[in-house]
């Protein structure tokens, strides 16, 4: 089993910064991408920012030029730094990571954590 923990949500004036960590643990696995989402009230959850165990990444085009995803994967910890935070950045982010059990390589599973709020203030 995998566990994933966020840190890093918080309030904000529109124009700051944030930066997410999420740090994944667990025996007997291997990550395969990690990744960013997010679910504002009333709304469907969204893709924000994804990243391979090779370093490719992919954003969704309402934060491209803002948000920068990152990864090490020696810790297993995937970062999304956030700049020029807007109102409608406001939801919460949800840590994602894809990945296989050493016993059984050819099934991905999917994995989250608790999610944690980001609030941007205009």
């Known amino acids: 089993q995998v566990q994933l923990v966020e840190s890093g949500g918080g309030l904000v004036q529109a124009g700051e910064s944030l930066r997410l960590s999420c740090a994944a643990s667990?025996?007997?696995?291997?990550?395969?991408?990690m990744g960013w989402y997010r679910q504002a009230p009333g709304k469907q959850r969204e893709l924000v920012a994804v990243?391979?165990?090779?370093?490719?990444?992919n954003y969704a085009d309402s934060v491209k030029g803002r948000f920068t995803i990152s990864r090490d994967n020696a810790k297993n910890t995937v970062y999304l730094q956030m700049n020029s935070l807007k109102a409608e950045d406001t939801a919460v982010y949800y840590c994602?990571?894809?990945?296989?059990?050493?016993?059984?390589?050819?099934?991905?599973?999917?994995?989250w954590g608790q999610g944690t709020q980001v609030t941007v203030s205009s």
């Open positions: 994602n990571a894809k990945g296989v059990r050493d016993s059984d390589v050819t099934i991905e599973y999917d994995y």
């Open positions: 990243v391979t165990s090779g370093g490719s990444t």
């Open positions: 667990g025996s007997a696995f291997s990550i395969n991408a």
